[in-house]
Every structure is written in structure tokens, then in C-alpha cells.
């Protein structure tokens, strides 16, 4: 079981990224999905879910019509597309799958949003 994020980088206030995470040893389409992020000092939150069939997903108030999570499960990836990124939403963010109980993580990748 392995989940890799890609994606992560510097962005301006008002920029937009895409972050990616890619999943393999396992059934993609029988997980639910979803990021998390942990800023310094901060508990680890989370950021976006969604369904195993995509249909469904949640947000965390402070994203909510500024970020958008999708999956491809032919592709076995998750993504996050996260515009109008403000410098409050700089952490490391964290790629989660979830079944039965067990839960996966990535190992996470930095968005910083900085002037």
C-alpha cells in the first residue's frame, strides 16, 4: 500500500496549484479518499474527502469554493485543486485512503503561499 503526492511548491496569494496522489498495491476504487493538511504548530486537519465512487465529497469550511478534490480511479490518483490559495493555507499536505478501519497516508508534500 503506497500513496505518493506530487505537486506541492511556492505560490503567490491569488495562485493556484494542483496537487496529485497516486496509489498502487491496492483496489483504488475501494477506498474513500481525502487530504489532509498540518501547518507548524498546528494539529493536522482535514482539508477535502471523497467517495469511492466520487460521487460524494467534503470541505473544510475554510477551502469550501476555493478547492476542489476529484479522483480517477482508472488512474488510481486523487487531486486537489486549490485556487485563490492565501498564505493561511501553507502547511504540508497530506494524501489519506481509508477502508475498513485502516487508514493510509502519504508522506506529504509543502505548499507555501508567500509574496
Known amino acids: 500500500v503506497q500513496l505518493v503526492e506530487s505537486g506541492g511548491g511556492l505560490v503567490q496569494p491569488g495562485g493556484s496549484l494542483r496537487l496529485s496522489c497516486a496509489a498502487s498495491?491496492?483496489?483504488?476504487?475501494?477506498?474513500?479518499m481525502g487530504w489532509f493538511r498540518q501547518a507548524p504548530g498546528m494539529e493536522r486537519e482535514l482539508v477535502a474527502a471523497?467517495?469511492?465512487?466520487?460521487?460524494?465529497?467534503d470541505y473544510a469550511i475554510s477551502v469550501k469554493g476555493r478547492f476542489t478534490i476529484s479522483r480517477d480511479n482508472a488512474k488510481n490518483t486523487v487531486y486537489l485543486q486549490m485556487n485563490s490559495l492565501k498564505p493561511e493555507d501553507t502547511a504540508v499536505y497530506y494524501c489519506?485512503?481509508?477502508?475498513?478501519?485502516?487508514?493510509?497516508w502519504g508522506q506529504g508534500t509543502q505548499v507555501t503561499v508567500s509574496s
Open positions: 489519506y485512503g481509508g477502508i475498513n478501519g485502516y487508514d493510509y
Open positions: 498495491g491496492f483496489t483504488f476504487s475501494s477506498l474513500a
Open positions: 471523497i467517495s469511492r465512487s466520487g460521487g460524494a465529497t
